[in-house]
């Protein structure tokens, strides 16, 4: 087996940080408070647009709906390089739940060309509206519902924790059309515009970074058409089960991230560790801080294997259940371990505002929660082997 990474993905990784240091950090130095979480949502949109231009943002994409067709592996890599950079503003350069999502390569044509295709451009935004206030880990327990009325489908019901729901031109909805068959595949997906009547944005729900990061979405007898099914009408009942198919992706992109992101933590304590003096010889010089860096070293090692092999596998046909769950589980609980030894190795500045490392640590808290908790994935991986 060839552990190295193919050389058009080592160039692609080097031009992804060619376009951070060139025109991110410039921006990030000119327009962010570093003591400030939140980044404008205009500026957020302008590097979407722009590494869509330079061809980042959506790579993974088929090339029909205007991606590159990407391998997953180069993905994870392209990932990895921008969480590893350091630049607050680099995570924008590749989507997130603002983003294209695979599910929309079940939509019907029309779909396509009106929803996707401008996802991938990043010239439109959207977000994903499953979880509810009652149905978190437990998905399938969603109070939102579908009433068909003829021609038309009535939307009632609430989301909350939902990404971008403020400013995403349009909301992929999940709604239980038959409660009886919810376990069997009774939820739908709907697309809803911004707009619709009886669609609102609720209030804004702030967590530990960001600002307004997450909103409530409302839908009081929102009614949308049958064309408004994702992948048409003959899909009622199965969007539940479309989402399952995608998950895989949701959970490598994250182990990407918290990969890219212990890396530069860790390249943050290696450098203290060398240049802080104190009792007369640098901190790095002393075992116990040697073995909070070898620590993470090792186990961030051991997490870039284990999701480029996951990627590798997706891309040779391998639907990937048990290690996209090992991948998203290892990775989110290593990165927070690393960001909590190195704030250890700075001493009483790792914990200042005046230092990333502040930030990183609250950052990474949500990737034990999100496509899944940590306790959902390890219910994962027991029933693969059969538990």
Known sequence: MDFSIPEE?????????????????????????????DVPVELRDRIRRRSAELGFYAADFPEDVGGSGLPQLGMVLLREA????????????????????????NATDEQKKQYLVPLISAEKSMCFALTEPEAGSDAQSIRTTAVQ???????????HFITNGKHADFALVFAANDRSKKAQGGITAFIVEAGTPGFSVGRAQRGMVEGEGQFELVFEDCRVSEEQILGGPQNVGMGFYSAMQFLAMGRLSIGAMCNGIADYALSLGIEHAK?????????????YVQAHIVDSLVELKASKLMTYECAWKYDHGDPVIQESS???LYASEMVNRVADRMIQVHGGMGWM????????????RIFTLVEGTSEIQKYIIAKTVGL
């Open 149 to 159: 009325d003829g021609d038309t489908w009535v939307l009632n019901g609430t989301k």
């Open 9 to 37: 993905y080592a160039e692609l990784q080097r031009n992804m940080t060619g376009f951070i240091d060139r025109e991110l950090r410039p921006l990030e130095e000119a327009e962010l408070d570093p003591e400030e979480d």
């Open 82 to 105: 921008a969480a590893r950079s350091g630049c607050r503003l680099a995570g924008f350069t590749t989507y997130g739940p603002e983003g294209p999502t695979g599910l929309l390569l």
């Open 353 to 364: 505002r005046e230092l990333p490392l502040e930030r990183i640590y609250r950052l990474v």
């Open 275 to 287: 240049n802080r003096i104190a009792f007369d010889r640098p901190i790095g010089k002393n075992q």
């Open 326 to 328: 090992i991948v998203k």
